[in-house]
């Protein structure tokens, strides 16, 4: 009977859905330690960016352009953009540089293209509204 007060707190813990450790000391108290340490969590230390992603974009005129970005280790790229009614490729290649919360990165192109980093996916804005590429 003793240790049921203690089983229904950790019953009750793990239902939570916050992912968390559980220290349970010596005098039965009870400490949260989170998994994350959020002050060292950065997009650029803790998903896996480095790859290529692609997508589809429409605009507002109702053409569509096939975007595809390869992330390289080294801080580098290629952009592939190709028009679908012109049926050409633009590519180009050259470096990027993560933003000071390492969240994004800006293309070191004459567009200054910003890309926020989430898992398995990027974000860019054209024509004022967020496009998703997938990686691949």
């Not at 005098?27 to 997508?55: F, H, L, M, P, Q």
């Not at 540089?97 to 293309?107: A, C, F, Q, V, Y």
Request: aromatic residues 12%; contains cysteine; glycine residues 2%.
């Amino acid at each position: 009977m003793k240790f049921l007060p203690i089983f229904l707190c950790l019953l009750f813990v793990s239902c939570n859905q916050k992912q968390e450790h559980i220290i349970l000391s010596k005098d039965s108290t009870i400490e949260y330690v989170d998994n994350i340490n959020k002050e060292n969590y950065t997009s650029r230390t803790e998903i896996d960016w480095e790859g290529e992603y692609a997508g589809r974009i429409m605009y507002d005129n109702n053409t569509e352009n096939d975007y595809e970005i390869i992330l390289f280790p080294d801080n580098t790229y290629e952009l592939k953009v190709y028009d679908l009614q012109t049926e050409s490729t633009e590519i180009e290649q050259g470096s990027f540089d993560w933003n000071i919360d390492e969240s994004k990165i800006r293309l070191n192109n004459p567009q200054k293209t910003e890309f926020i980093i989430n898992k398995n996916e990027i974000e860019f804005y054209i024509n004022g509204k967020i496009n998703k590429l997938k990686k691949k």
